[in-house]
């Protein structure tokens, strides 16, 4: 009996010496697998840590990297602040993602234009839910299908049918200003998004929301949204899926995110049946399209429904995505410069004055804005570019290098980002004398000529620049002279430096676009 139990003993205690042994050696396989993992990870990532060590940047800590010195919602005045102390291209570390800050326009020129650089990074995934994967977010070979149909849809043509929208929302925002007048200073972006929204809302859909003389719940989405998307871009937490899908944030996101889909979609869908049965009828009577496309002017939807129809075969949800992007893209950018214009007139009344001057002379005090009219308001063409090189919307735009990628004197290598800080290029003190004075004149032919062509690119520039550049001009010109023709401006902010800011999908000033208004004899 007692040997029995010994023997048990025994066994059990080999047993479990066994178990032991099973679990110390699957440990040590564990930790071997984990180094030869990371040993392998740090190996193939070797070209960035060496072209990381070439380059000058903030010390950075080990796993975090920058990532205290960068990321939080003031990322952007703490990116400026960086970028004026070392020079370009600078290299950031925000946890394992290598980036480097471009503010030089050689190095630019080589960038925009580069095949090597034409994806966008992945920094930008959360703005999707809002873009909805159109022109600016879809990753290179979507990108290059779409945007070869689409370009053609913003020919002169087709734009100069859009002035009249222009001019028509422009005098509205100018009707809805009255509220304004001798009140003091208010926060003019509140007016002008509305009347962008509804200018794009037009020409991007072929829909009328009446954004500026109704309550539209779609702008309080689109703000919510953007909110969101940009809190997950900035504050490290909410970074991870995993973390941020148990926040109440995710709920609330997707269910924006449902509400604007719907909100697109049924237009696309609409609009594609309308046109369906619109050319149902035409094969059974043409005579009837001729009569009813006379003077007709078509939405960018309507143009890429029939080129969809005709063999470029964009699905539904294809052509939503692109509209999301037109709108979004569109609405928010104008309204902010055009907004920074406002101000910029407001603080120089010797400027303003000779904006006035200009719009009288050329379009006389009462009659809408025609396209004709544009090419002669060449000095509000100059106070508008001058806007755009202190407060470019899109201050800094993110590429990602597939391919090693050569500088002058530096090789940015391939799997790192890189982020052209245009706001910084725009007031570097090496490329713009006395870069803080609002000066139009630099915009004179002869001015441009003496500087680098990449050393003002507030649309960005290469084959993937802003796809709205002559719209957002034409826009903004319309916009400006409506206003300044019937409103005397002013501002509390004294100086360009005074006017603090921040960033999300464009940047604005911290205490907004601050304004007062009077009625012009
Ligand atoms: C003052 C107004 C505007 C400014 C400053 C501006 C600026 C920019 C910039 C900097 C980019 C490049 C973004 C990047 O590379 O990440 C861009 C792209 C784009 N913009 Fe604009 N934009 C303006 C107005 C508009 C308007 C009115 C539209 C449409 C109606 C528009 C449509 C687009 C599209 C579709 C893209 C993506 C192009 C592509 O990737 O192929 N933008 N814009």
């Not at 990532?45 to 903030?58: D, E, H, Q, T, W």
């Not at 062509?453 to 903004?476: D, V």
Request: charged share 25%.
């Amino acid at each position: 009996m007692k040997e029995t139990t010994t023997g048990i003993l025994k066994e059990s205690k080999l047993a479990e010496t066994l178990t032991q042994n099973i679990y110390v050696t699957l440990v040590f396989i564990l930790i071997f697998n984990f180094i030869v993992w990371y040993g392998q990870y740090h190996w193939r990532r070797r070209k960035l840590y060496v072209a990381a060590a070439k380059a000058n940047g903030p010390l950075a800590l080990p796993f975090v990297g920058n990532a205290f010195d960068l990321v939080g919602s003031n990322f952007f005045s703490r990116a400026m602040k960086i970028a004026t102390v070392y020079k370009s291209p600078l290299r950031v570390w925000l946890g394992q993602k290598l980036i480097f800050v471009v503010t030089r326009p050689d190095e630019v020129e080589i960038i925009v234009n580069s095949p090597c650089s034409l994806e966008k990074d992945d920094v930008i995934q959360p703005i999707d839910v809002i873009l909805n994967n159109g022109l600016l977010t879809a990753a290179v070979p979507k990108w290059k299908r779409h945007r070869k149909i689409i370009m053609p849809t913003f020919n002169q043509k087709v734009l100069n049918g859009f002035i009249e929208i222009f001019a028509e929302q422009s005098e509205i925002l100018a009707k809805q200003l009255e509220n304004e007048v001798g009140k003091g200073t208010f926060d003019v972006i509140h007016y002008v998004r509305r009347c962008t929204l509804d200018i794009i809302c037009e020409t991007a859909m072929g829909v009328t929301v009446n954004a500026q003389t109704t309550d539209v719940v779609y702008m309080e989405w689109i703000s919510r949204a953007l909110e969101i998307a940009f809190l997950r871009m900035y504050v490290v937490w909410y970074k991870p899926d995993f973390i941020f899908n148990l926040t109440p944030l995710k709920k609330e996101l997707d269910d924006l995110e449902r509400k604007l889909r719907n909100f697109t979609n049924s237009v696309v869908k609409q609009k594609r049946a309308a046109y369906q049965k619109k050319m149902k009828e035409a094969r059974e009577r043409p005579e009837a399209l001729l009569e009813e496309d006379s003077g007709k002017r078509n939405s960018f939807l309507q143009q890429l429904i029939e080129l969809s129809e005709k063999g470029a075969n964009f699905t539904d949800e294809e052509l939503g995505g692109e509209v999301d992007t037109f709108m979004n893209a569109g609405s928010e950018t104008t309204g902010s410069m055009s907004s920074f214009a406002f101000i910029m007139l407001a603080m120089f009344p010797e400027i303003q004055d000779k904006v006035y001057e200009e719009v009288i002379k050329v379009v006389g005090p009462d009659r809408l804005i025609e396209y004709t009219d544009l090419g002669k308001l060449v000095y509000l063409e100059r106070v508008i570019k001058e806007a755009l090189r202190l407060f470019p919307a899109g201050a800094l735009i993110t590429r990602s290098v597939a391919k090693d990628l050569q500088l002058k004197n530096y090789t940015i290598p391939a799997g790192s980002s890189i982020i052209i800080l245009i706001i910084g290029l725009h007031t570097s003190s090496e490329f713009w004398p006395d870069p803080m004075k609002f000066d139009p004149d630099r915009f004179l032919s002869e001015e441009v000529s003496k500087r680098h062509p990449y050393s003002w690119i507030p649309f960005s520039s290469g084959p993937r620049n802003c796809a709205g550049l002559k719209f957002a001009m034409q826009a903004m010109k319309t916009l400006i002279a409506t206003i300044v023709r019937k409103y005397r401006l002013s501002t509390e902010y004294k100086t360009i430096e005074e006017i603090k800011l921040r960033c999300d999908f464009v940047i604005k000033p911290v205490e907004g676009y601050k304004l007062a208004l009077e009625l012009r004899e």
